[in-house]
């Protein structure tokens, strides 16, 4: 069945191709083809207006993690509205942004109790380095302004974010961009010898030659002017990343030894996205601050923050300091009502335990496609993979500029959705396949992912 029945399903999509305009979209690809119209969810699968449907292979955009159609966290957002619907935090509190803020900061690792809410990822990041930059303004260090990121690394949209981003193409249409930023090599194992230019490094000598860049990134624009490095547990751009051993006890090391602030940026990997509640977790790391977003509240509201260490807020405790930043919709009472419903729900399904028990489910099950001429390396961490794509599997050979554009996205990204399955076919950086489904998915998801993977993979091969 369509759904909802009384939709006017020819009026919706003449708006969508009229009047809507996408994010991150090829508009020209719709001039004679229908927008893709998702109009219900329930548990893993999204229904278009045509009433298919489709797995939902990246709980959206890595948000839904306790996954679709949860009428306790629409209950929670109606509840609060009637209550108070609205309220700014400039100056002022309400109940549920504090209790939210005291629930993270019982979470979070080490002292990283302060929660400044935003109302996404990008603005968290940019908080973040707004942070950064005041911080060492107020205790003597004025010249600590720049950043560190990595190579292909996302970070998001907002002019700042934008900056540390490490995605050329992203990025070109906007400069001149704000300055101090810097990039390094990120921890892309697969792929070591060629960026090392030495062959054969353990993931551990790889990780260890990783962060010492970073290590001489800062000599290199001088300890004094540098604020923070800007790391994501798993590296999203480029196909998920995870950390080589040591790699993150290293990079601690060289921040502290530089009095350079870690930012771990986890607006993907926190909520139980690695299977721990902050994804340094994962790793054993403690940051200076976390930005976090996405699955706060499993998408059911739009919600962001950024934690810091309590010594960062210390210089703020002065009568006449202030950090003269915010957003009017940072830390909104109906947001913050579901990110709490959201975290009830994240204990009384023991979900963060459901994704640490089934990752070597998710992972062996994923590996079967390395039997595929296509694929040549399967890596993630928790309900977070990704898929490399090669034309040759023995010596790692990439696709061309353009046969990665016929590939993903003259057939990949449509032959996928047309398959019944809701993934991202991307090329920031090497062809890759990103899944990341709902938290709630198990073995029966994970068969019917490889199953659709391994068909329209197959006929990819089959076309180059």
């Known amino acids: ?16 191709q009229d009047n809507l305009w996408m994010h991150f979209t090829r508009h020209g690809a719709y001039q004679d083809a229908e927008v893709p119209m998702i109009v219900r969810g329930e548990g893993a699968y999204v229904y278009d207006v045509h009433g298919k449907r489709y797995l939902d292979g990246l709980a959206g955009l890595f948000v839904v993690q306790a996954g679709h159609g949860r009428s306790e966290l629409a209950e929670a957002a109606a509840k609060q509205a009637q209550e108070l619907a609205f309220f700014p935090l400039w100056s002022y509190a309400h109940p549920k942004a504090a209790e939210l803020a005291q629930r993270l900061a019982e979470q979070t690792p080490g002292d990283l109790n302060r929660v400044f809410f935003t109302t996404g990822g990008g603005e968290a990041v940019e908080t973040a380095w707004k942070l950064a930059k005041q911080y060492f303004k107020m205790i003597g260090k004025p010249l600590k302004h720049k950043v560190i990121s990595r190579q292909i690394a996302y970070h998001g949209t907002p002019q700042g974010a934008l900056s540390i981003t490490g995605i050329p193409l992203f990025k070109q249409m906007f400069e001149p961009l704000v300055p101090g930023s810097v990039r390094v090599p990120n921890t892309n194992h697969y792929r070591a010898d060629e960026i090392t230019g030495v062959a054969g490094m353990t993931p551990e000598q790889y990780g260890y030659w990783a962060a010492e860049r970073v290590a001489r990134a800062i000599e290199m624009e001088g300890p004094d002017t540098v604020a923070a490095v800007f790391v994501e547990p798993v590296q999203n751009a480029g196909g998920c990343f995870p950390p080589p051993p040591g ?12 009095d350079v602030l870690l930012v771990s940026d986890e607006v993907i990997c926190a909520f139980g996205r690695l299977g721990t509640m902050f994804g340094g977790q994962k790793f054993d790391y403690v940051p200076d601050i976390i930005t976090c977003a996405k699955g706060m509240t499993s998408g059911y509201s739009p919600i962001g923050a950024m934690i810091a260490s309590e010594r960062l807020f210390e210089p703020f405790k002065q009568p006449t300091e202030m950090f003269a930043h915010g957003y009017t919709f940072g830390g909104h009472p109906v947001s913050a009502a579901v990110a709490l419903a959201n975290l009830d729900l994240f204990e009384r399904e023991d979900l963060l335990g459901h994704v640490t028990r089934n990752e070597p489910v998710f992972r062996s099950t994923l590996e079967r496609l390395h039997d595929l001429p296509i694929v040549g390396d399967v890596r993630g961490s928790g309900f977070f993979w990704g898929i490399e794509l090669v034309k040759d599997k023995e010596t790692k050979e990439t696709f061309t500029a353009d046969e990665s554009e016929r590939m993903l996205r003259g057939f990949l990204s449509k032959a996928l959705f047309d398959a019944g399955l809701y993934c991202r076919a991307d090329d920031r950086g090497d062809p890759v396949i990103q899944l990341a489904p709902p938290l709630i998915c198990g073995p029966k998801e994970f068969d019917e992912i490889e199953s659709i993977l391994r068909s329209v993979l ?5 076309r180059l």
């Open 458 to 462: 197959t006929e990819a091969w089959n």
């Open 1 to 16: 069945m369509t759904y909802p029945e009384n939709t006017d399903v020819a009026s919706v999509m003449k708006a969508a």
């Open 247 to 258: 790699y993150f006890q290293r990079l601690r090391e060289i921040c502290d030894e530089y």
